[in-house]
């Protein structure tokens, strides 16, 4: 088991989250429904549907990530985040970066059709925030030993950094695919 600098790591991740609300905030939240639902020329996913995707994502991590931090804040901090092979495997997969492959989602994290965009907004830039909650949680406490079940496989645990890389990570993804989206200037 390998294992990060915390703080190297919380800091990237929070700047990468930064982003994606600054992201949200400029180009997604004040766009008519139309555009915001509409599919992506490509056959892709409409803008509102990345989100929505990422939305799911979010409502089962976030939770579990609260959870498995309430017992823990009042233990020393520790200055290392573990990392296993197979998170780091699944974050080099997700990475847009080093990972091209695309995915088909599994059902339970598939959006659906006709959404209600501004909502579907709103949850996603509530969610960011709650996540910039946990990275400043997670510098406090100490995780070692906190496992996340993952939602496509609830008998496959990782590490709470691994989780964290991964959800923002998978965020990146499709947010570029939403910026794909975007109407042309």
């Not at 992201?23 to 549907?49: K, R, Y």
């Not at 409502?59 to 009042?74: E, I, K």
């Not at 059902?107 to 910039?132: C, G, S, T, W, Y």
Request: proline share 5%.
């Amino acid at each position: 088991m390998k294992s990060v600098n915390k703080s190297v790591l919380l800091i990237a991740l929070g700047h990468q989250i930064e982003g994606h609300i600054q992201q949200a905030v400029v180009h997604f939240q004040n766009m008519d429904e139309v555009t915001l639902c509409q599919p992506s020329p490509s056959g892709g996913w409409s803008i509102a549907q990345c989100l929505d995707h990422l939305n799911s994502y979010g409502r089962y991590y976030l939770p579990r990530l609260n959870q498995g931090l309430a017992s823990r804040q009042h233990k020393p901090t520790t200055d290392r985040l573990e990392s296993s092979w197979l998170g780091a495997f699944l974050v080099r997969l997700m990475d847009p970066k080093t990972g091209t492959k695309k995915f088909r989602a599994v059902k339970r994290h598939q959006p659906a059709n006709d959404l209600p965009a501004h909502q579907i907004v709103a949850e996603f830039i509530e969610q960011q925030e709650q996540l910039l909650d946990v990275l400043k949680q997670v510098e406090n406490a100490n995780v070692d030993g906190i496992q996340i079940a993952l939602s496509i496989a609830s008998w496959l645990h990782l590490p709470i950094g691994n989780v964290l890389q991964f959800l923002v990570i998978h965020t990146e993804r499709h947010i570029r695919q939403a910026n794909r989206n975007l109407p042309s200037v």
